[in-house]
């Protein structure tokens, strides 16, 4: 037997026992929220994959500095099934939005998806540096609705759209508003004080995943009339040749965060690998 075999096996065995807390965190907040929940839609599947996403991700952490952005990253799906499933016009897609920045802004909410909103607006709060960092957290949250609203414009006028129009387009997917919001509550001093390098990195992250889980999610879109890359006319070569090419420059800007984070890098690299394996071992996106 190998001499690393038990440290291995204790790291693995840690991390699967945060990924359970972290899975509790989130049914107990769709529990909360449950009419932005329905279990057709978010399944036990569902918040395993999510809980595993998150420790995995970052198996140094404790469940409670992982808890936002396991719930920010809740909150955006279930703000994706509106736009996508249940808005049947760009005027409510367009009305969403203004509820979405008001609360974001400090008003009441009046909703399930705002009034989640309006709790991760109220705990990041707790964090001292919020007061400064507001108008960067509400910045990005503007940029995941106006993408949100462009894809739905996209669907619903059948456009035809460019491989390079669609990946700009990745602040629809919502990964850089989780990233934000995690770095924010429970980033270290360092991180904090440079989200903007941070936010470089996280981006071109988010636009290997916004095609990444296109792929993975080909057949459910194709199956629920989703905008996909692959219902574009853009070839499977096209974008796995795509994707090689932005996880080579994210990597790049994560060696830059590395040599100041090293935590902060791995969170950003670990995202794309652990996403790229999970999917490949379920058998997702292979149509």
Known sequence: MPGDLPDEAFELGRTCALAAECGRDLRRCAQMYDELFPATTFDGDFYTAHSLAAAFCAPWASADRLKMAGRTALWVLALDRLVDHTAASLEQVTSLIRDCLAVADGAPPQAAVTRFLADLRDELATVEEFGVLHR?????????????????????????????????????????????????????????????????????????????????????????????????????????????????????????????????????WRQMGFNAGYHNISGYGRP
């Open 136 to 268: 960067l957290w509400r910045d990005q949250l503007a940029r995941m609705l106006a993408g949100m609203a462009r894809a739905w414009v996209w669907r619903d006028t059948r456009a035809e759209i460019t491989l390079p129009r669609f990946v700009d387009n990745a602040d629809s997917r919502g990964t850089c508003f989780v990233d934000l919001s995690h770095w924010i509550y429970a980033g270290d001093t360092w991180a904090k004080g440079h989200l903007a390098e941070l936010r470089a990195a996280s981006e071109q992250v988010q636009r290997y995943l916004h095609l990444l889980g296109d792929l993975a999610s080909y057949r459910r879109d194709v199956s629920w009339g989703d905008l996909n890359v692959l219902t574009l006319g853009i070839g499977r070569g096209e974008v796995t040749d795509a994707m090689a090419g932005l996880a080579g420059e994210a990597g790049e800007l994560i060696g830059r965060v590395r040599e100041s984070s090293p935590r902060a890098a791995d969170y950003l």
